[in-house]
T-cell receptor
Framework: AQSVTQLDSQVPVFEEAPVELRCNYSSSVSVYLFWYVQYPNQGLQLLLKYLSGSTLVKGINGFEAEFNKSQTSFHLRKPSVHISDTAEYFCAVPQGGSEKLVFGKGTKLTVNP | DTAVSQTPKYLVTQMGNDKSIKCEQNLGHDTMYWYKQDSKKFLKIMFSYNNKELIINETVPNRFSPKSPDKAHLNLHINSLELGDSAVYFC????????????FGSGTRLTVV
């Protein structure tokens, strides 16, 4: 079954610094990949998705991710973070052969002033 | 108008009680889901309905029973509540069965005491 691994449970950064949140997926077959963000006390919101085509995917709020098939990765990046980016970030993949979206364990991004 | 709305937002109840959580979406989506998020932020799918038909039923105690009176509503009824049921329950919807760009509700925080 396909799955994703988020390598960092917590990432603290200073405001205006760049950030990378790491996600690796388990299968080398064609995959769809997603990043969701959960702000405190809210539901999840889709940040971006990779379905096919260009490996560099741009999302909302200045985030982007790069699909790397050889490294089975889909890392999320932002060149300059804001305090308001403090949130939990989830990588997700549809489980092969089923219709359910499986989430990683999340990375808590904390942006400090 | 909230796209996916859940009620109540908070629910505190005693062990052994029966409670329901309601979910409604006004997006015209065909597919709806219930996810459970535990205290470590881990998200796990519980159920999925497509056009009122149950399509995913994970290994969930049969004390949990979803009901979809129409494709815009998916309610979750829980019998004989236990301490371990304490979690945040999220409803989500998507345009169709294999469309993974979910829209999430803001969650229901269930506390069983």
């Amino acid at each position: 079954a396909q799955s994703v691994t988020q390598l960092d449970s917590q990432v603290p950064v200073f405001e205006e610094a760049p950030v990378e949140l790491r996600c690796n997926y388990s299968s080398s077959v064609s995959v769809y990949l997603f990043w969701y963000v959960q702000y405190p006390n809210q539901g999840l919101q889709l940040l971006l998705k990779y379905l096919s085509g260009s490996t560099l995917v741009k999302g909302i709020n200045g985030f982007e991710a790069e699909f790397n098939k050889s490294q089975t990765s889909f890392h999320l990046r932002k060149p300059s973070v804001h305090i308001s980016d403090t949130a939990e970030y989830f990588c997700a993949v549809p489980q092969g052969g089923s219709e359910k979206l499986v989430f990683g364990k999340g990375t808590k991004l904390t942006v400090n002033p | 108008d909230t796209a996916v709305s859940q009620t109540p937002k908070y629910l505190v109840t005693q062990m052994g009680n029966d409670k329901s959580i309601k979910c409604e979406q006004n997006l015209g989506h065909d597919t709806m889901y219930w996810y459970k998020q535990d205290s470590k932020k881990f998200l796990k799918i519980m159920f999925s309905y497509n056009n009122k038909e149950l399509i995913i039923n994970e290994t969930v105690p049969n004390r949990f029973s979803p009901k979809s009176p129409d494709k815009a509503h998916l309610n979750l009824h829980i019998n004989s509540l236990e301490l371990g049921d304490s979690a945040v329950y999220f409803c989500a919807s998507s345009p169709s069965r294999n469309s993974y760009g979910y829209t999430f509700g803001s969650g229901t925080r269930l506390t069983v005491v």
